[in-house]
């Protein structure tokens, strides 16, 4: 397999907080202390915190907020493709049977923008963006299972899951919620495959990939 | 929200920057679109558990009506014991009854010249010795009816009354015995052989008489082919002399269906010629032809009525017209007199019909609303699957859902005689000549045909589900003609085809199964010559033959079943179930069933066992072994013409126990694999997903393909105990119901199921 010095290296996929959210988080990211100003006054401060019982939470995280494609092999000369992989996503449920409504059944959807070129080139859409998510561990009963691939709009076969990334897509679901709840947590990533024909022009693109947890 | 695409149901609960907030969010109180298979716990490893699910088809089915004074009298079809109730004209409630001594159905009742009694005769079983025609005062509703008379024939099809009291009786049943015609004295119950003026005939179905001619018809049904067409024979009674009058005209007509004195004419319903007659009395050479199939014909003045279903219909002798009366769909009359200004008659679908012939108008009363005595009767087949079960009965079908136990009766003329369910949606091969129909229980319409028969391919007599084709199967027999015929209808395009005598001219296509794209038919051949146990291999979408083979069975085949490796071809007569390979098309074994078959009989094959239901026994037979076993002895279903099972998705067989439904959950299948599937239609994002959700119950792994209409996914291991779910986007913002598919192999052995759940039609929002 050929591996090549991607003119895309500077692609970023930042996982974020669903809509709006998405914009805080990357600002957070950025955002440095301030310098303090005048003396220090120390004042000592203390707490004492219980351990947390109840509620429990259900709550996903991302381990890293970027990510990185590279030209790998395309099978079709007419395309180039640029993959990568997903950072692990974590989905955690403290929460007791008690808490969770019987038909509730978590699941984690992923919406990506418009790939951004750095120096004015056209925007490549997230139709070109493809994934194809595996469980790492999808717990012990079997009760969560991987959303299916979402091929690409160049992809030449008609398949109706050749579309992309642009509407939510579904990374991963449970079957029952309270059914999976005792095994805490389970982990999920996903092959990222951009598709582009070959005369998408060089340079540096970005785009953002939201994940967003629902029960 | 609405960009979001959010539902009510669906709340946004956290994201990975937000962990700290929100949490106080929970889906709303809607449920998931759910159409999970209602099971209970299945039963233990070597239990077979049955649960008794009630009647299977409760109504009043019925087969005659006659008017007499205010009153119009009704006979039941099916129902034990066979009676008669009286409905009243006027204040239009059941206000009396009687039970017979004999007989399964009543098909020809007819008054005294008084009008004081009624003569009622029956339909019998071969092994009902009793009355074939009773009397019922009517002057003392409240006593019962007793038997008058025995007659030679089984069947009595036709009765009349001659003005002197005398009464003449017509039927037949027992082909290829000719049927008599005989006189039955009112007072002493004496019978009278006129004897079998045509040797050949199978069948008379009508009778009429006046002060100095008794009139009988016959033609042939059964067995095909063999019998004379239709006559008409003139009995001078003083010397008991028999001439046949029926026209040249008709004379290749099948039958003389239908026969009434009508003044000076004698009206004259045929089957075959599409037409009906008047004929003079005095002059029988002498008629007028109404160009119309008619029967039960009626007269005032110039004007002919008669049942012409599902209407009824006038002939103006003056102007020559026929007119329609109505557009309501009254199914059969089994009778029409004239009431006053109204034509009256019962239907088969068990309401009375006044219909106004001056305004066209009708009124209809549903018996089971007025105070009918509604029992269970014998059915006819049985459908089970996502999640109803099926009975076929009389002019009706009942669906019993199993979520609810509701059992609803929907409305579908003729006899359901067998049926198959696919993605939830019925389809049945309906008698009499009414070929494949539809019905799909979520669509709130009445059910519909889809395939109307080829002329003459009358009685359906099994239906399957080719799934690699994607086709619905019909195998049939034409009573009249002999041999069969068989229909494929594909559910996607709506298209059907009929293929008229794939075995030979003699064979009916008793039966049908398929495996891998490939249907088999099992003939069975009622005429004392030619072969009658030939399997054809069919290619049942190019309507071509791919081989044939016949095991020898002496008596005919009764059903077949096939696990794709081997074809189950059931004799009748418990000849013995031959196995045949497919492979090598030879019969590589005769499992002899005479402890458990009896005659007609079903088989269906399930996750490696073939199961077969007799008149007597559910039995099965481990498909790699050939072991016969006994499931369920004594089961004595209650069936009108020969036993039906059908096994669901989750391999519950469906049967009767003598008039009850019930459900047998056989834990000691041989090769069972215990796995359990569900499958829902779930709103995530902006479309419908399907999930899917397979059980390993097995003590080791099952391999694992989940195929839907909207994608496929393997599971190469799923561990005993475990799960798997595979979802599928179906990029709709709405889909209609279905089912999804999953083929299971357990890794100990190689044996591989496919089971099936259905979903619920669900939309987004």
């Given at each position: ?25 990357v ?31 259900l ?26 992989q ?18 509730a ?54 398949a ?16 029952n ?38 029960e | ?44 490893p ?6 008794d ?75 009902d010795?009793?009355?074939?025609v ?31 009291g005398k ?20 007072t ?54 028999p ?41 029988p ?11 039960q ?22 102007t ?21 200004d ?11 019909a ?51 136990s ?37 669509s ?42 068989f ?27 398929t ?45 077949l ?40 009989g079903?088989?269906h ?20 072994t050939?072991?016969?076993s006994t499931v ?35 834990g000691?299948?041989p090769r ?16 419908m997903?399907l ?74 929002g």
């Open positions: 397999m050929r591996t090549h010095k991607s003119p895309f290296s500077g692609l970023r996929l930042a996982t974020a907080g669903f809509g709006a959210l998405m914009l805080t988080v600002a957070t990211a950025a955002a440095t202390a301030a310098d303090p100003v005048g003396d220090d006054s120390d004042v000592d401060v203390n707490v004492s915190i219980a351990e947390l019982t109840a509620p429990g939470v709550a996903m995280s991302v381990a890293g907020t970027a990510t990185t494609l590279t030209e790998s092999d395309s099978a079709d000369p007419l395309v180039r493709e640029f993959t990568g997903l950072p692990t996503v974590t989905v955690t449920d403290t929460r007791d049977a008690d808490e969770i409504p019987a038909d059944a978590w699941y984690v959807l992923g919406t990506a923008s418009d790939f951004v070129g750095d120096a004015g080139q056209a925007p490549i859409g997230a139709g070109h963006l493809g994934w194809a998510p595996h469980l790492i561990d999808g717990g012990d009963s079997g009760l969560v299972a991987e959303g299916p691939e979402v091929a690409t709009v160049v992809d030449d076969d008609a109706p899951d050749n579309v992309g990334l642009v509407d939510k897509e579904l990374l991963a679901n449970t079957w919620s309270g059914e999976v709840a005792p095994e805490g947590s389970w982990t999920v990533t996903a092959d990222l495959f951009l598709r582009t024909d070959t005369t998408v022009a060089a340079g540096d693109y970005s785009s953002t990939l939201t994940l967003s947890l629902f | 929200m609405t960009n979001n695409h959010l539902t009510r149901r669906q709340m946004l609960i956290g994201t990975a920057c937000t962990v700290a907030i929100g949490l106080a969010l929970r889906p709303g109180g809607a449920a998931w679109a759910d159409a999970r298979m209602q099971s209970g716990d299945g039963p233990e070597g239990e077979v558990r049955i649960r699910l009630g009647p299977g088809v409760v109504q009043f089915p019925l087969m005659s009506s006659l008017v007499v004074g205010d009153t119009l009298y009704i006979g039941s079809r099916n129902l034990t014991p066979a009676r008669v109730i009286g409905f009243d004209l006027t204040t239009r409630r059941v206000v009396s009854r009687t039970d017979l001594s004999s007989g399964y159905a009543i098909q020809a009742m007819v008054a005294s010249p008084d009008g004081a009694t009624l003569y009622i005769s029956t339909l019998r079983k071969d092994d010795t009793g009355a074939s009773h009397q019922w005062d009517l002057t003392t509703p409240s006593v019962p009816a007793t038997a008058l008379a025995t007659t030679g024939d089984r069947d009595v099809r036709a009765i009349a009354v001659a003005p002197d009464i003449y009786v017509a039927g037949g049943g027992e082909p290829p015995k000719p049927p008599s015609l005989w006189e039955v004295d009112p002493t119950g004496a019978v009278t052989n006129w004897g079998t003026p045509d040797e050949g005939a199978s069948i008379a179905q009508a009778v009429a008489a006046t002060a100095t001619t008794v009139y009988f018809g016959t033609g042939s049904t059964l067995p095909g082919g063999a019998g004379s067409p239709a006559k008409l024979f003139a009995y001078d009674r003083a010397t008991r002399t001439v046949n009058i029926l026209p040249s005209e008709v004379a290749t007509a099948v039958s003389v269906t239908s026969l009434s004195v009508l003044d000076d004419l004698l009206g004259v319903g045929l089957k075959g010629p599409g037409k009906s007659l008047l004929m003079n009395l005095a002059t050479s002498t008629y007028e032809v109404i160009p119309q199939t008619g029967v014909l009626r007269r005032r003045g110039n004007d002919i009525y008669y049942v012409k279903s599902p209407s009824v219909a006038t002939y103006s002798r003056t020559k017209k026929i007119t329609n009366l109505q557009t309501r769909d009254l199914g059969m009359l089994w009778g029409l007199d004239l009431a006053g109204r034509l009256v008659g019962a239907s088969e679908y068990g309401f009375v006044e219909v106004y012939p001056a305004t066209k108008t009708s009124t209809v009363t549903e018996l089971l609303d007025v105070g009918a005595p509604a029992d269970a009767q014998a059915v006819m087949g049985i459908a089970a699957g996502a999640g109803s079960v099926y009975v076929g009965g009389t002019g009706a079908i009942s669906r019993l859902d199993l979520a609810t509701t059992v609803t009766r929907i409305r579908l003329g003729g006899e359901a005689k067998d049926g198959v369910i696919v993605d939830g949606v019925l389809y049945t091969g309906q008698y009499n000549s009414q070929g494949m129909w539809r019905y799909d229980p979520a709130g319409q009445p059910p519909a045909q889809v395939v109307a028969p080829v002329t003459g391919q009358n009685r359906p007599l099994d239906v399957c589900w080719d799934a690699v084709n994607g086709l619905v199967l019909l195998g049939a027999q034409n009573d009249t003609g002999g041999g069969g015929s229909t494929t209808y594909r559910p996607a395009t709506g298209a059907g085809t009929t293929t008229v005598n794939p075995i030979d001219t003699r064979q009916m296509v008793r039966a049908v199964a495996a891998d794209g490939v249907a088999y038919l099992g003939g069975d051949n009622l005429s004392a010559d030619g072969p009658r146990s030939t399997v054809v291999a069919w290619n049942p979408v190019a309507g071509t033959e791919l081989w044939r083979a016949d095991p020898g069975l002496p008596a005919g085949i009764a059903a079943a096939t696990d794709g490796h081997f074809l189950f071809v059931l004799g009748r007569a418990a000849s013995g179930l031959a196995v045949i390979d497919l492979a090598s098309r030879a019969v590589v074994r005769v499992v002899d069933v005479s402890g458990v078959a009896t005659d007609f079903a088989l094959c399930f996750d490696g066992t073939v199961y077969g239901v007799s008149d007597t026994t559910l039995y099965r037979v481990d498909a790699a050939l072991r016969l369920v002895t004594d089961i004595d279903g209650g069936w009108y013409s020969g036993p039906h099972l059908d096994i669901d998705e989750s391999g519950v067989i469906y049967t009767m126990r003598g008039l009850n439904l019930v459900a047998v959950e056989d000691a299948r069972a694999i215990a796995v359990d599937v569900v499958a829902e239609a779930r709103s995530m994002g902006s479309s997903y999930s899917a959700k397979l059980t390993n119950a097995e003590s080791g792994p099952v391999s694992v393909k989940v195929t839907t209409a909207y994608g496929q996914k393997a599971f190469a291991s799923v561990a005993a105990g475990k799960n798997a779910v595979a979802s599928f986007n179906t990029r709709q913002p709405s889909i209609p119901a279905g089912i999804v598919a999953v083929e299971v192999t357990r890794a100990a052995d190689g044996a591989s199921t496919t089971r099936t759940a259905a979903y619920g039609a669900a939309s987004t």
